[in-house]
């Protein structure tokens, strides 16, 4: 899968999840995606890094309540993250 593609395609699961829980199938594609984001990468490291953590909070049952914006916030992060990284992949 292209970069690009699976940018596209984790905003998607991220838009139709509602977030707050680790469900296993949910999070393997999420790690499938990120595997294939992280080959294309071409600079921007560090919005790669945040975006694994904000992922990492928003499928938590329990990091994500540590932000007072909660989990609608936590999808606002996201997504900057992936907006940053389309123009970052190869």
């Known amino acids: 899968m292209k970069p690009a593609d699976a940018l596209k395609s984790l905003q998607e699961l991220v838009e139709q999840n509602s977030g707050g829980c680790r469900d296993a ?12 984001i992280r080959s294309g990468i071409v600079r921007q490291y560090d919005k790669f890094d945040e975006l694994e953590h ?37």
């Not at 949910?26 to 499938?32: H, I, K, M, S």
């Not at 499928?59 to 907006?83: A, C, M």
Request: proline fraction near 2%; charge should be neutral.
């Open 54 to 90: 904000w992922l990492d909070v928003y499928f938590s049952e329990r990091k994500h309540r540590q932000h007072s914006g909660g989990l609608p916030q936590i999808r606002v992060w996201i997504y900057t993250n992936v907006d940053t990284l389309k123009g970052c992949v190869g």
């Open 25 to 36: 199938e949910d999070w393997a594609e999420v790690q499938r995606l990120m595997g294939a």
